[in-house]
């Protein structure tokens, strides 16, 4: 108890040094604002009063100040940032579990995002932060913030055009899983290219060794499209209580999730467009629901393992 | 006449994609029925080891054991009907899973990692032959599915491919388990 209230009290000292950083912050954005406010004016007029000198001179000195400011505050609000997500976000993931840990400059790497086969596009453009790891119980988890994307580029009479398209913004969510199992097991959201494709392979050709795998339940069967090289392995894995559960979790997602077992682990992509663990920077700091929205989703990730009933150490695997 | 030859040679691909279809589901079938045969033949391999562990523990689960094991002799004694072997392996099952919650009395047995890691490869393998089960389910409604629909039934007829029963669940695994149950055993 008496630990309780000592981290609380610290969690708000820590939270008043943080306020100072960030009106500070917040203050110089202001000004730069301002200033490029005024530049524009400055050229406006100038235009308007047809006195071109008036508008380089007058332009640049407004304008070398706010870049100046801009630049040098804009490290300090990296730092105010960082500061924010390891002392702030750090110490309220304890609230949930003591061993949840955030690493606020790493998250899922790359390799690891082609490695799960959620998605079957390679990434030209990869970001990826605020790593959070933990244990619940038996099993170990992490999750991370991932934007992929892929270009294509396109010929025009200007030159090559190119365009970035995402294959996944939101929260990639990894745990160890409970079974055995040594081919990979992939659920991927039925759309209208996926069913058609499952068709063709089941009915008339199937490309390489994965094969759609048509399971028993039907709402399953239809929200998902399963893709794995051994039937049995797949229906092992996505047993009758796993394919509720699944679903169940589904319901709760805004958008319909992915899901892999690969490597003897499982890997869920949650489509997200929040960016989360972000410091308010033109609101205060002192604001009682500060974490909520953060906090709720990082017990969302945290239930998962219950939910999917993760910790059941009854085949064989440690 | 250049049509009619088209058509011809149109007819004569669908035909052999039918008939490939018909012939990759029929060994999709009898694959996953081996499947299921590997499962238990796993299961089977287990209950030695499980019997001379629980034997070393106690001494009142005599007749249990000894059942057990006959059961097992049966079923591994070869010149059984697949729908025979899965009625031992129900009846196994149970046994074992008598066997288990009798466990309970004896805390040496129930501490003793050999036991445990047979308890945990039993359950295991119960899962596995489940899934191959629901696969070999899945496999003959796909077939059924391929020789009882249009065009699929005329090839069938031809090859002399029949409808194929799946594989019913057990009457006890249907139930819902009850602790109470259970213990009163």
Known sequence: ?318 | MIVIIGLFVFLFIIGIVIYNSLIGKRNQVTNAFSAIDVMLKKRFDLIPNLVEVVKQYTNYEQSTLTKIVELRAKATSGNLTQEEKANLDTELSSAVKGLMVTVENYPDLKANTNFLNLQTTWTESEEQIAAARRTYNSAVTDYNNAIMMFPGNMFAGMLGYTKIEVLATPEEERKNISAKELFNN
């Open chain 1, 1 to 318: 108890m008496d630990s309780e209230i000592n981290s609380k009290v610290n969690l708000q000292e820590i939270l008043n040094t943080l306020e100072v950083d960030r009106k500070k912050i917040a203050e110089t954005y202001q000004t730069c604002y301002i200033l490029a406010g005024l530049t524009i004016l400055i050229l406006i007029i100038s235009i308007f009063i047809r006195f071109p000198a008036l508008g380089v001179f007058g332009c640049l000195v407004p304008l070398i100040i706010g870049i100046v400011m801009y630049f040098r505050i804009d490290d300090e609000a990296k730092k105010y940032k960082s500061s924010y997500k390891i002392n702030v976000v750090g110490a309220a993931l304890k609230s949930i579990n003591e061993t949840l840990a955030i690493t606020p400059l790493s998250g899922l790497p790359e390799y690891e995002f082609v490695s799960s086969e959620l998605f079957t596009t390679e990434p030209d453009r990869y970001k990826t932060q605020d790593l959070i790891t933990g244990t619940a119980d038996k099993t170990s988890f992490w999750f991370a913030e991932v934007h992929a994307e892929y270009k294509t580029e396109t010929q025009t009479k200007n030159g090559t055009r190119t365009e970035w398209h995402t294959i996944f913004e939101g929260i990639i969510f990894a745990a160890d899983f409970n079974k055995n199992f040594n081919v990979s097991t992939v659920v991927r959201p039925k759309s209208f290219g996926a069913s058609l494709g499952a068709w063709f392979s089941k009915n008339v050709f199937s490309f390489g060794n994965t094969e759609v795998v048509q399971l028993e339940n039907t709402e399953f069967d239809n929200k998902f499209v399963t893709y794995s090289k051994n039937q049995i392995e797949a229906r092992y894995i996505l047993t009758p209580a796993m394919m509720e559960r699944i679903l169940a979790l589904n319901n709760k997602s805004d958008e319909t999730i992915s899901i892999s077992f690969i490597h003897s682990k499982m890997y869920i992509a949650f489509p997200l467009s929040n960016n989360y663990f972000e410091p308010p920077i033109h609101s205060s700091l002192l604001a009682p629901d500060l974490l909520t929205e953060d906090l709720s989703i990082v017990q969302f990730m945290h239930d998962i393992v219950h939910e999917l009933d993760l910790n059941t150490r009854i085949w064989g695997k440690e």
